[in-house]
């Protein structure tokens, strides 16, 4: 396989991934078309995951590369890949999901009917709890591109992209990279920009399997409250957005507002819940119209006025 054989980058950021690498790498190994790589981005793993990606590699030299660095966080081992990568158009997979064996083919199938003209296309996937039930999520099918696609992605209506289930053209990068400051949202980031900036296109068939698991960055409050003070400033960077997109700041801030404020929830955290949705309603007081969470602060009222007196 030649360089100009190479159509897809299928990049792999992975950390203590040994119990569950073998998955996604096979999962990229069974992709049926051949014009693709594989790459793995090592973030710096202590497990056995390094012993587990040279043994991929040595057996399959031609389709796989591994590349080792410091812990930086997912969002450095993705802009690593991408810098390390040939394909026109690059997929990452999250290193605990499982591509469908027809991903690739799927995506481009619809890029050759459309001459190639997307920068992006995104697809659908399976959600798989914790418990293993598992639930199918899909887009409709349309064209993404402005303002309105920009506000519906903000809004969180129908379903957003997801890494698995959507391609990008590598030369998108030459002008937007995963924000590394953080390690919650960073995707979001990049796909709002990827809405407001370039030609995409929805289909709606799942591509991936996407598995929730304790301990992954998708539950990492830390993380998730980090995000609430630096992703507003990443998304709504005047060096990448146009000025028509900053209206929709305002919206954004209280979502994130109120991802925290579930948390708090969550966790029981009443008084720092009523705080959060406060903020959140600063922020955007059409937010007082979300009836579930309107529900859980009079639920935190009462019980902080019944436990505190």
Not at 2 to 21: E, G, K, Q, V
Not at 95 to 111: G, V
Not at 143 to 172: D, Q
Not at 225 to 237: Q, R
Request: charged share 25%.
């Amino acid at each position: 396989m030649t360089n100009s054989d190479i159509n897809f980058s299928i990049i792999i950021p992975c950390y203590n991934a040994s119990m569950y690498i073998d998955r996604a790498i096979n999962s990229a190994l069974a992709q049926r078309i051949g014009n693709y790589e594989i790459i793995v981005v090592d973030d710096g793993s202590t497990d056995t995951t390094d012993d587990i990606l040279h043994a991929y590699v040595s057996t399959n030299k031609y389709r796989i590369s591994s590349i080792r660095q410091e812990n930086r966080g997912p969002a450095a081992a993705r802009n690593r890949g991408i810098s390390e990568s040939k394909g026109e158009y690059l997929l990452f997979l999250d290193a605990d999901d499982e591509l469908l064996p027809d991903a690739l083919q799927a995506f481009q199938s619809t890029l050759c009917e459309a001459n190639f003209k997307y920068d992006f296309v995104y697809a659908g996937h399976y959600s798989v709890n914790i418990a293993g039930k598992t639930k199918k999520l899909c887009p409709e099918s349309r064209e993404v591109k402005g303002p309105r696609e920009f506000k519906r992605l903000i809004e969180g209506k129908g379903v957003s992209p997801t890494h698995g289930a959507i391609v990008i053209r590598k030369r998108c990068f030459q002008k937007l990279s995963y924000p590394e400051s953080i390690r919650c949202n960073e995707d979001f980031v990049l796909f709002a920009h990827l809405f407001a900036l370039y030609s995409g296109r929805a289909i709606s068939r799942p591509v991936v399997f996407k598995y929730k698991r304790e301990g992954s960055l998708r539950g990492d409050t830390q993380a998730i409250v980090d995000a609430v003070t630096k992703a507003p400033a990443l998304l709504f960077d005047p060096t990448v957005l146009p000025d028509e997109y900053f209206k929709f700041k305002p919206l954004y801030v209280a979502k994130r507002y109120l991802e925290k404020a579930r948390i708090n929830f969550k966790n029981r955290e009443f008084s720092e819940f009523r705080k959060t949705y406060h903020q959140s309603i600063e922020a955007y007081p059409r937010t007082i119209f979300k009836h579930r969470f309107l529900i859980r602060y009079l639920y935190a009222i009462a019980w902080l006025a019944l436990n505190h007196g």
